[in-house]
């Protein structure tokens, strides 16, 4: 009849009590910190899901602060482009009133001084700046679109290439304006040449000027109106593609969740039965330690 040996019991209990506590310190430690992988060779294609994941999640979250920052940044280009239409109504309405031959040379005088306040707001609106940055210069964003020399407004300093930035892998939007095409276009002079002109046949009660100017304040309208209503479109489009960031960025932390957590009920479930094993093989142990060599050799 085979006998075990006592040094070969002892080393199989000792094996027991040493896996056992091994599966009971990590079931332990599942729970305290909510993770299945405590390190990549736990579950080497488990760790590769994880860091993917996590790759996918930084990738997202740039694309959504870009997002953020690019509706911040399209919310002061519209309000802008609010004030410069209202600029322009103001013009049209002054120019409109200045277009009889009752009015006194003061009257005249005090429509033409409105009309070059238009031109003065215009100047101001249109080389704003958000953090840092020309919104109307195109892609020179570090100067201004326009300068001044005294009551002299310069042509237009920028470019008419537009700045973009990416909102997601497979779109990009415009968040720059091309303020020299904005506010002049094909006509033979921009918007400040066209408010000096206005104001001068204004106070000359030149009724062909003054025809003139108001036909070059409409298509200047136009343009503005155009370009504000890209960029609401823009904006509209913005919270969509918010949206699927979000779920893309669930949809991934879900899974990099799955990967490298634990469920709870199943953590604690997974140590009770491992602290049972451990108990029942430190019970094994002692009782092999009382087992006397005689009782081998029955």
């Known amino acids: 009849m085979l006998r075990v040996t006592f040094n070969t019991l002892f080393r199989n209990t000792m094996r027991d009590v040493q896996r056992t506590g091994s599966e009971f310190a990590r079931a332990q430690e599942q729970v305290s910190s909510g993770r299945r992988l405590q390190q990549a060779s736990d579950d080497p294609a488990a760790a590769v899901i994880g860091l993917r994941e996590r790759e996918e999640i930084r990738a997202v979250d740039r694309y959504r602060e870009a997002n953020d920052s690019v509706d911040s940044r399209l919310r002061v280009v519209d309000s802008v482009l609010s004030d410069i239409v209202t600029s322009l109504t103001t013009a049209q309405t002054r120019a409109a009133a200045g277009r009889t031959t009752i009015l006194t040379p003061a009257q005249r005088e005090a429509i033409a001084l409105e009309i070059e306040g238009v031109r003065e707001a215009v100047f101001t609106a249109v080389n704003t700046s958000y953090r840092g ?6 892609a020179d964003t570090t100067n201004a679109p326009y300068t001044k ?8 300093q920028g470019n008419a290439t537009e700045v973009s930035v990416d909102v997601s892998r497979t779109s990009s939007v415009a968040v720059t304006v091309d303020g020299g095409e904005m506010l002049q276009g094909t006509a033979a002079r921009d918007l400040f040449g066209t408010l000096d002109a206005l104001a001068a046949a204004v106070r000359a009660g030149d009724m062909g000027g003054i025809d003139a100017g108001l036909g070059e304040l409409d298509a200047a309208f ?3 109106t155009a370009v504000q209503g890209q960029v609401g479109a823009t904006l509209s489009a913005l919270p969509a593609e918010k949206a699927r960031l979000d779920e893309l960025r669930r949809a991934s932390d879900t899974r990099r969740s799955q990967a490298e957590e634990v469920s709870l009920a199943e953590a604690i479930s997974e140590m009770t039965r491992a602290q049972q094993a451990q108990q029942a093989a430190l019970a094994a142990a002692g009782a092999n330690q009382r087992t006397s060599l005689l009782d081998y050799l029955r």
């Open 133 to 138: 940055i020309y919104l109307f210069a195109g």
């Open 149 to 156: 020399a005294g009551a002299v407004v310069s042509a237009y």
């Open 222 to 224: 136009s343009r503005v």
